[in-house]
């Protein structure tokens, strides 16, 4: 079936420094978004990406979709605390609407 | 009670025991969809419902795996003879329709001993 592959798996920072992650694909998708996951809750969409190409910010979080539509990256910029969590990239293909998610990269933010 | 709720948040289960999940959308949300969620991994889905019609349930692992929507609202997902395999988190989400954003429920937590 359809694979995400997200890396890197875990990252520990120092607050202040700019975080990257990326998603690969092997199948095309129509739509990439990022979640973030805290301990104990669902996941939260941060950016929807629609266009390939597309960059898109919200905050201090950057994302791109890939041209060829197999491939995204989400920055985060000057990292703070709260930025601890797991963050999830995910594929929706349009038809039934479910998300194909990747393994997740665990952030640690030292202060 | 704006978001998505799910109950409960903690299930444990003697292996062979039957279990229910309940589900509670955002109200008007007509798309509802369950995710399993093994340790260190990532959500998978298992199941997709259009108000009462389920239209996908290509995810579901066996047949020991069952859900429901019967009035287009509250969904409730079954697993019968419970194993050890079975645990992991069941979140929830549902959205305006199959195409607008997935808001996520907390999750119900199953352990099987």
């Known amino acids: 079936g359809q694979q995400l592959n997200q890396s890197p798996q875990s990252m520990f920072i120092q607050e202040g420094e700019d975080v990257s992650m990326n998603c690969t694909s092997s199948?095309?998708?129509?739509?990439w978004l990022w979640y973030k996951q805290d301990p104990g809750e669902g996941p939260v969409l941060l950016i929807a990406l629609y266009k390939a190409g597309e960059l898109t910010s919200n905050g201090r979080l950057t994302a791109q979709f890939g041209i060829t539509r197999k491939d995204s990256f989400l920055n985060i910029s000057a990292s703070i605390p709260s930025d601890v969590g797991i963050y999830f990239c995910a594929g929706h293909t349009g038809n039934t609407g479910k998300l194909i998610f990747g393994q997740g990269t665990t952030l640690q933010v030292k202060p | 009670g704006a978001g998505v709720s799910q109950s409960p948040r903690y299930k444990v289960a003697k292996r062979g025991q039957d279990v229910a999940l309940r589900c509670d959308p955002i109200s008007g949300h007509v798309s509802l969809f369950w995710y399993q969620q093994a340790l260190g991994q990532g959500p998978e889905f298992l199941t997709y419902?259009?108000?009462?019609?389920?239209?996908?349930k290509s995810g579901l692992p066996s047949d020991r795996f069952f859900a429901e929507r019967p009035e287009g609202s509250v969904s409730t997902l079954k697993i019968q003879r419970t194993q050890q395999e079975d645990s992991a988190v069941y979140l929830c989400a549902s959205s305006l329709d199959r195409y607008n954003e997935q808001f996520f429920g907390p999750g119900t937590r199953l352990t099987v001993l």
């Open positions: 199948s095309i998708f129509n739509t």
């Open positions: 419902f259009q108000n009462e019609a389920q239209l996908d």
